[in-house]
């Protein structure tokens, strides 16, 4: 049975596999093309990648999960921005003078 694994880490991609053995919550498969090697198991979802059974669920996941992230570094932007602005605004107290 093939599964697809969407990797959303350092560098996106789709990747297809053979999978030997699958449970609701993982997937053993043997990450070599020659059959040759140690099966692996992962979980169908972590925080780097999630197995899919079509290219467009592994695609559609890929892309959400990558728009999550984009909206997330937009938040920390506004606020290291805001946290600069703060810094830059900042004037000497009369007490300390």
Known sequence: ???????????????VFE???????????????????RVRRENKISDDHGWFDSFDEAKAALVAELERKVVLARDNLQRANDRLGNAKGLKESMEAA
């Not at 049975?1 to 990747?15: D, G, H, L």
């Open 1 to 15: 049975m093939k599964k697809y694994r969407a990797a959303w880490s350092y560098a996106p991609r789709i990747e």
């Open 19 to 37: 999978i030997e053995k699958e449970t609701k919550l993982t997937v053993s498969y043997n990450p070599w093309a020659s059959g040759r090697g």
